[in-house]
């Protein structure tokens, strides 16, 4: 095969996508693939795996279809991109005539359900309790938790924001918007907006999402993006998570003091989330109530945390 492609990329990161490219087009590792190679492919695969479209046959190969690393290394990048049902992904793949079978298939049954799943049905859960019927997911990303607000049909009018263009069209192509019955397009909209800004199109919503986004801004940032969304926007409910950095200590090949995600600014504790909420709380008029998403382990806590927040009837309106 002759293959040549065109393009401006920096040699390191053209490197880094040979690094895992050759092996997975090659489907045939030459030495033993143990749980270090997670590590390896989530650092070569950095920017750019965890959104890629073809990112579940890349990591099967990568691994040498080792189902249960596959498992991990799939559920660490749904950390990043917080992807959809990873069933399919982690199915034994079916073997074209000529081909060997595909690797090992331990650990196939009873499969534990992902995170990034549980804190898609934790966050649904919250706004159904909420009663909510406008709902805006903020940072929505390139749209991993809108398939399941449009499979809602509580959920008449759906706005997904995000700072990014790009990520936009790939959630518009994930969606296909463009071939979506037009009852069901008429519930959706995507729009950027830059979340640590006023935006009068934000303002009044039934509930906001902010799924695994605080973590991505600088600190210094956050009190811009509260008066936005709490003091600006005012919907009556807003649901937050973020990873709990406690946990990191359960991941197995984590180094110790790393972060989940190489753009997270922060991982906080759960004091140190509760104390933010509680602040918030206080000083836009929010009720506030904690929760813990995934499985929890003694002294740790849950991998995911989340607050819900509900707005008090007499709160006054930023204007």
Not at 70 to 80: G, H, K, P, Y
Not at 119 to 147: E, K
Not at 164 to 190: C, F, G, T
Not at 288 to 312: K, N, S, Y
Request: aromatic share 6%; with cysteine; hydrophobic share 45%.
């Amino acid at each position: 095969m002759d293959l040549r492609l065109r393009g401006e990329l920096r040699v390191a990161d053209a490197l880094n996508h040979l690094y895992v490219g050759l092996p997975v087009l090659d489907d045939a590792k030459h030495y033993w693939v143990d749980a270090d190679e997670i590590e390896k492919l989530l650092r070569a695969g950095s920017g750019w795996l965890a959104a890629h479209p073809e990112r579940d046959l890349i990591t099967r190969r990568y691994l040498r279809h080792r189902t249960s690393l596959t498992r991990r290394a799939i559920e660490r990048l749904a950390e990043i991109d917080d992807a959809e049902a990873l069933d399919d992904a982690l199915a034994p793949p079916v073997a074209a005539v000529g081909e060997p079978p595909a690797g090992d298939v331990e650990e196939t049954a009873d499969r534990p359900v992902p995170l990034a799943l549980q804190r898609h049905g934790a966050v649904l859960a919250a706004l159904r309790s909420a009663g909510a019927h406008r709902v805006i997911d903020l940072g929505c990303g390139s749209g991993a938790l809108l398939p399941s607000l449009l499979a809602e049909p509580a959920f008449t009018e759906i706005l997904g924001v995000d700072v990014s263009a790009h990520a936009l069209e790939v959630a518009a192509r994930k969606l296909r918007l463009d071939r979506m019955p037009e009852r069901q397009a008429a519930r959706i909209q995507l729009v950027q907006s830059g979340l640590t800004y006023t935006d009068a199109r934000l303002r009044g919503y039934d509930a906001a999402v902010l799924m695994e986004v605080i973590e991505h801004l600088d600190p210094e940032r956050l009190p811009a993006l509260e008066h936005a969304v709490f003091g600006a926007a005012v919907p009556t409910t807003v649901v937050v998570t973020t990873p709990n950095v406690e946990f990191n200590v359960r991941y197995e090949g984590l180094p110790a003091g790393a972060f989940r995600h190489h753009d997270h600014r922060f991982e906080w504790t759960r004091q140190q989330f509760a104390d933010w909420a509680a602040g918030v709380g206080e000083r836009y008029g929010y009720a506030v109530r904690l929760l813990g998403v995934g499985d929890e382990a003694p002294d740790v806590g849950t991998p995911t945390q989340m607050a819900v927040f509900t707005r008090a009837a007499s709160a006054e309106v930023a204007a």
